[in-house]
T-cell receptor, first 111, second 114 residues
Framework: GENVEQHPSTLSVQEGDSAVIKCTYSDSASNYFPWYKQELGKRPQLIIDIRSNVGEKKDQRIAVTLNKTAKHFSLHITETQPEDSAVYFCAVNTGGFKTIFGAGTRLFVKA | EAQVTQNPRYLITVTGKKLTVTCSQNMNHEYMSWYRQDPGLGLRQIYYSMNVEVTDKGDVPEGYKVSRKEKRNFPLILESPSPNQTSLYFC?????????????FGPGTRLTVT
C-alpha cells in the first residue's frame, strides 16, 4: 500500500525566514496532494493542494511543488510569521478514496 | 453555516462498554471518513464511505464499525473498546468529484478507554 514519509518532524525558524517541509510517497498512481495545518487544540484545515498534472502552485506566502518522477512534494512558506506556528501534515490520495497522511511537522516560528 | 459536527467531544469509558461517536455534515458531501490521531503517527484513516450504504476499510479498521444509512451521518461504533483505542478521533467529509478534494474536518472527539 501507499506509504508517506514527512520530514522534518520538527522545524524551528526565525520570523521572516522561509520554511520547507518535504514528503515522499510510494504509489505512482497517487494523484492529489494536499497540505493541512493544525493549530493547537483545533481541527486540521487545508492550506494548499496540488494535482498530479501540475508541478507547482502558489497562494500568497505558501507554495507547493510536486516532482512526480521522484515521488516527492514540498511545502514552502516564505516570510514566516508567529501565527504560522502549528503542525503541518502532508497527505496523498491514492487514486481512489483512501487518504494517507504524513506523521506531521511541528513548525515553530520565533519572533 | 457549512460544518461537520461530532458528538461527544470528550468521552471517558471503560474497557468493553460499547460506544458510538456521531458525525454529521450539512454540505451534501458524498464522501465521509473517520481518522484517529496519535502523537507521532499523524492521522490514520479508519473507515471511509463513498456514499449511502457504501463503506470501505482504511488503514486501521480493526475494532471499529461504521454505517452510512443517511448521506449526512456517518457514526463510528466501538463494539468493545480497549485501552489502545484511546485517541483523538476526527470525522471528515468532502465531495467525491470536482476540482478540489478538500476534506472538512469535525472538531474532534477525545476518547479515553480505561
Amino acid at each position: 500500500g501507499e506509504n508517506v514519509e514527512q520530514h522534518p518532524s520538527t522545524l524551528s525558524v526565525q520570523e521572516g525566514d522561509s520554511a520547507v517541509i518535504k514528503c515522499t510517497y510510494s504509489d505512482s498512481a497517487s494523484n492529489y496532494f494536499p497540505w493541512y495545518k493544525q493549530e493547537l487544540g483545533k481541527r486540521p484545515q487545508l492550506i494548499i493542494d496540488i494535482r498530479s498534472n501540475v508541478g507547482e502552485k502558489k497562494d500568497q506566502r505558501i507554495a507547493v511543488t510536486l516532482n512526480k518522477t521522484a515521488k516527492h512534494f514540498s511545502l514552502h512558506i516564505t516570510e514566516t510569521q508567529p501565527e504560522d506556528s502549528a503542525v503541518y501534515f502532508c497527505a496523498v490520495n491514492t487514486g481512489g478514496f483512501k487518504t494517507i497522511f504524513g506523521a506531521g511537522t511541528r513548525l515553530f516560528v520565533k519572533a | 453555516e457549512a460544518q461537520v459536527t461530532q458528538n461527544p467531544r470528550y468521552l471517558i469509558t471503560v474497557t468493553g462498554k460499547k460506544l458510538t461517536v456521531t458525525c454529521s455534515q450539512n454540505m451534501n458531501h458524498e464522501y465521509m471518513s473517520w481518522y484517529r490521531q496519535d502523537p507521532g503517527l499523524g492521522l490514520r484513516q479508519i473507515y471511509y464511505s463513498m456514499n449511502v450504504e457504501v463503506t470501505d476499510k482504511g488503514d486501521v479498521p480493526e475494532g471499529y464499525k461504521v454505517s452510512r444509512k443517511e448521506k449526512r451521518n456517518f457514526p463510528l461504533i466501538l463494539e468493545s473498546p480497549s485501552p489502545n483505542q484511546t485517541s483523538l478521533y476526527f470525522c471528515a467529509s468532502r465531495h467525491d468529484r470536482g476540482f478540489s478534494y478538500e476534506q472538512y474536518f469535525g472538531p474532534g472527539t477525545r476518547l479515553t478507554v480505561t
